[in-house]
């Protein structure tokens, strides 16, 4: 059973189109969720937590946002070196400190 | 700004022999931890270690695996006899603290059994 859903798995934009990524989840006490940027070859690199329903975090072009069953990665005015897979993995109360990651979702920003 | 190392880069070795991963995690965490991620799949947790010993671990952890901090700084993946389906992405991973705090990732070793 997956607990993390990603979709789109992939998203083509122009640059300055802005778009959303969304992180459905499905976890019994969601202890955080955790937003990491992925470039190919590299490991995860650490972008937002949300602990809680209505939480919001911002940096730069990026804007994360939770609810009760999912949260938003919302992209504004995208450039291309913000081409990368972006993972979501949340935690749960009942499953000690392990992260349960998404498939991710391929994100390309054409210039 | 302090960050997870890892070595090699990457390792290649035939099937049936052993491996060892090493990483060093940011100095004033914590945990640690282990993930792999089989090319084209989802990041998959292996393990996590606090105090020394073993807090946590997936059922992908079985008696193959084994970890170890041998020191103050290196924290080590071992695979006793490597098999083909072994081949992945190994990132370790540390964070300060126990519970929601976000885990700091290592740039990875890419793993190929043959």
């Known amino acids: 059973e997956d607990q993390v859903t990603q979709s789109p798995e992939a998203l083509r934009l122009q640059e300055g189109e802005s778009s959303s990524l969304n992180c459905s989840y499905t976890?019994?006490?969601?202890?955080?969720l955790f937003w990491y940027r992925q470039d190919p070859g590299k490991g995860p690199e650490f972008l937002f937590t949300?602990?809680?329903a209505g939480e919001e975090k911002e940096k730069e072009r990026l804007k994360a946002t939770l609810t009760k069953k999912e949260s938003f990665l919302h992209i504004t005015a995208p450039k291309p070196e913000d081409s990368a897979t972006y993972l979501c993995a949340v935690q749960a109360a009942d499953t000690g400190n392990q992260f349960y990651f998404g498939t991710g979702t391929s994100l390309t920003v054409i210039p | 700004e302090p960050e997870v190392t890892q070595t090699p880069s990457h390792q290649v070795t035939q099937m049936g022999q052993e491996v060892i991963l090493r990483c060093v995690p940011i100095?004033?965490?914590?945990?640690f931890y282990w993930y792999r991620q089989i090319l084209g799949q989802k990041v998959e947790f292996l393990v996590s270690f606090y105090n020394n010993e073993i807090s946590e671990k997936s059922e992908i952890f079985d008696d193959q695996f084994s970890v170890e901090r041998p020191d103050g700084s290196n924290f080590t993946l071992k695979i006793r006899s490597t098999k083909l389906e072994d081949s992945a992405m190994y990132f370790c991973a540390s964070s300060h603290n126990r519970g929601a705090y976000e885990q700091y990732f290592g740039p990875g070793t890419r793993l190929t059994v043959t």
């Open positions: 976890v019994s006490g969601l202890r955080g």
């Open positions: 949300l602990y809680s």
């Open positions: 100095s004033n965490h914590l945990y």
